[in-house]
C-alpha cells in the first residue's frame, strides 16, 4: 500500500516552455501534498506544500508565478514549471501524506527535468 | 523540527551489519525520530520511525537512547542493494518532513 506515482519519469524541454509534472497517491487518499527538490549530489529541498482545495504555501525563496501547483483532488496534484530555463534543470520528487492521521509521508519515484 | 547531525559517509562490508548514527540532541518530547533512504536518482523509501522504544520491521531496527538525544539505524545484514542515502529526521507528527545531508552508505563485497 501506500503507493505514490509521478508521471513523467523523465522530460527534456526546451528553453522557454512549460512543463506539467503529474503526482497522483494510487491507493491512499492524500490530504496534503509535497513538493521538493534536487540538484546532483544534494540533498531535497522542499519547496512547497498543498492541501487539497487550497492554495499551495511556497517556501521562501521560490517563485509561486514560476513553480505552480494544483492539488485539486485527494489522489493528484500537479507541478507547472513555467518558462523554464536551464537552471531548473533539476529532480522534482512529490510526497503525499494521508487522511488517516499518521506521520508517515510517502514519495513518488520522481522526475528528471533537462532543460535544454 | 530538531536539526540532526550524520556522519556524511560510512562503509560497510556486505553480509555484516551496517550501524548508522543519528545525533538529536535538542530534540523535543512530542518529535519522532524518522529514518529514509535513497537509492540513487530515487525518490527517498521509508524505512522506520520511532518516539522513545525501539523499534524494529522487516527492513531496520531504530535504537534511540534513553535521553532520546541520538538513535542509530541497525540494518542487520546489509546487502550491496543496501547502498544508499540515509535520512534521519526528527519531527513533530504532522509537520513536513525536511531532509538534512544525511549518510551515504556504501556496502561492498
Known amino acids: 500500500g501506500a503507493v505514490v506515482s509521478q508521471h513523467p519519469s523523465r522530460v527534456i524541454c526546451k528553453s522557454g516552455t512549460s512543463v506539467k509534472i503529474e503526482c497522483r497517491s494510487l491507493d491512499f487518499q492524500a490530504t496534503t501534498m509535497f513538493w521538493y527538490r534536487q540538484f546532483p549530489k544534494q540533498s531535497l529541498m522542499l519547496m512547497a506544500t498543498?492541501?487539497?482545495?487550497?492554495?499551495?504555501?511556497?517556501e521562501q525563496g521560490v517563485e509561486k508565478d514560476k513553480f505552480l501547483i494544483n492539488h485539486a483532488s485527494l489522489t493528484l496534484s500537479t507541478l507547472t514549471v513555467t518558462s523554464a530555463h536551464p537552471e531548473d534543470s533539476s529532480f522534482y520528487i512529490c510526497s503525499a501524506r494521508g487522511t488517516s492521521g499518521g506521520g508517515e509521508q510517502f514519495f513518488g519515484p520522481g522526475t528528471r527535468l533537462t532543460v535544454l | 523540527d530538531a536539526k540532526t547531525t550524520q556522519p556524511p559517509s560510512m562503509d560497510c562490508a556486505e553480509g555484516r551489519a551496517a550501524n548508522l548514527p543519528c545525533n538529536h540532541s535538542t530534540i523535543s518530547g512530542n518529535e519522532y525520530v524518522y529514518w529514509y533512504r535513497q537509492i540513487h536518482s530515487q525518490g527517498p523509501q521509508y524505512i522506520i520511525h520511532g518516539l522513545k522504544n525501539n523499534e524494529t520491521n522487516e527492513m531496520a531496527s531504530l535504537i534511540i537512547t534513553e535521553d532520546r538525544k541520538s538513535s542509530t539505524l541497525i540494518l542487520p545484514h546489509a546487502t550491496l542493494r543496501d547502498t544508499a542515502v540515509y535520512y534521519c529526521i526528527v519531527r513533530v507528527d504532522g509537520n513536513d518532513m525536511r531532509f538534512g545531508a544525511g549518510t551515504r552508505l556504501t556496502v561492498k563485497p
Open positions: 498543498s492541501n487539497e482545495g487550497s492554495k499551495a504555501t511556497y
